[in-house]
């Protein structure tokens, strides 16, 4: 496959192999191709809250669903 880099890319690359950050134009192409791979997961920044979260109820500090609900229609209430 050939792919047709601009000039600022291909620079950019040159300038990045040289200074040691990769050995090859392959090995940067293949790092940028496995990093957008690894940004798939939309929620990936709801994963330490929602481990906060468990942590939380582990130790008991859990609100009870009717309380938890009381408390938004107490803030939708002071919305209007």
């Known amino acids: 496959m050939n792919v ?3 000039k600022d890319h291909e620079e950019w690359l040159r300038q990045q192999v040289a200074a040691g950050r990769f050995s ?3 090995e940067a192409i293949a790092e940028a191709i496995n990093s ?3 940004n798939d997961d939309d929620l ?3 994963k ?3 481990e906060q979260g468990l942590t939380e109820l582990d130790r008991g500090e859990g609100l009870e669903a ?3 609900f009381a408390r938004v229609e107490e803030r939708l209430r002071a919305k209007t």
């Open 36 to 38: 957008l791979e690894g």
């Open 66 to 68: 009717e309380e938890v």
């Open 44 to 46: 990936a920044w709801a």
């Open 24 to 26: 090859s134009f392959e």
């Open 4 to 6: 047709q880099l601009s």
């Open 48 to 50: 330490p809250l929602v």
